[in-house]
């Protein structure tokens, strides 16, 4: 659920729930849940303060049964949730933000509404709006609009210089989001120089990220050689940056492993 705030701020709230007959196996699934989801908000842009975690909520359901004509109730399975508010300060990322929470449709229904006022709009704010577009369609599993709306942004980001409003960091991850639609698209040879071309402004996380997409797109190419070695050095600014148990880099030992077996 969302609401927008006089101060412009607009709060969100995301309910995570696990389901089982074991109480601690529900207690451990929903706390994973939520915790993949608080990371997701963090590497999305939402700060820590403006992410507010409720207490958990346990309770075990009674199933009903019928004995001698007589309901009875035996007890069922763990139910457990967690509820994470958010505040969003950016109202331009609303659509985004309600994507990311697993409500897709109601994004669309957001950028919709914006969609008209696109002409009056300031060059980086419209970029805004189609960054958001973009996100929205590759969530819904739509690479082909996804496309549409991520070569809009390299088309209104030409014109900005960068600064506050439009960073090298931006600019490479408009790049890696317009090479990985290619990709799910099977293009891999169109989506390999613009991973290239993002890794020149790039840096930390969101380099790390261009490198797995750049050894995706030489993987499918059957550069394999070259593939590992992009990868690795994903696997190493993760490492050098997040503790090791960290699922990150698991998934980069992962990715790494199956590009091995390729």
């Known amino acids: 659920s969302t ?7 607009a709060s969100f709230n995301a309910t995570m729930s696990s389901k089982n007959a ?3 196996v529900a207690v451990a699934e929903v706390t994973k849940k939520s915790g993949k989801l608080i990371t997701d908000l963090k590497q999305f842009g939402i700060a820590d303060k403006d992410l507010k975690t409720q207490s958990l909520n346990i309770y075990r359901e ?24 958010i505040t969003l300060r950016d109202l331009t990322k609303s659509a985004e933000l309600t994507a990311l929470l697993g409500d897709p449709a109601a994004a669309m229904q957001i950028l919709g509404q ?27 599993g739509r690479p082909e609009l996804a496309e549409a709306a991520y070569r809009q942004v390299l088309t209104l980001s030409a014109g900005l210089a960068f600064g506050a409003e ?14 990985t639609m290619l990709l799910r698209q099977g293009r891999a040879a169109e989506a390999e120089p613009l991973f290239r071309q993002a890794l020149t402004g790039a840096q930390g996380a969101v380099a790390a990220n261009l490198l797995d ?8 190419q059957g550069v394999m050689q070259a593939a590992w070695q992009a990868q690795r050095q994903a696997l190493d600014l993760r490492l050098a ?22």
Do not use: C
Not at 256 to 262: F, S
């Open 114 to 140: 914006l969609e008209p006022y696109l002409p009056q709009m300031t060059p980086s704010q419209a970029v805004a709006v189609y960054a958001g577009m973009g996100r929205v369609q590759s969530i819904a």
């Open 213 to 220: 997409g750049l050894g995706a797109a030489l993987a499918a």
């Open 62 to 85: 009674e199933a009903p049964y019928w004995e001698d004509g007589v309901q009875k109730y035996r007890d069922g399975d763990w139910n457990a949730s967690i509820s994470i508010d």
């Open 241 to 262: 940056a997040l503790p090791e148990d960290h699922a990150q880099v698991a998934a980069s030992f992962a990715t790494l492993g199956a590009t091995l077996l390729r």
């Open 3 to 9: 609401r927008q705030q006089a101060n412009q701020l």
């Open 22 to 24: 074991d109480k601690l």
């Open 166 to 179: 439009w960073r090298p960091q931006d600019q490479a991850v408009a790049l890696g989001n317009l090479g």
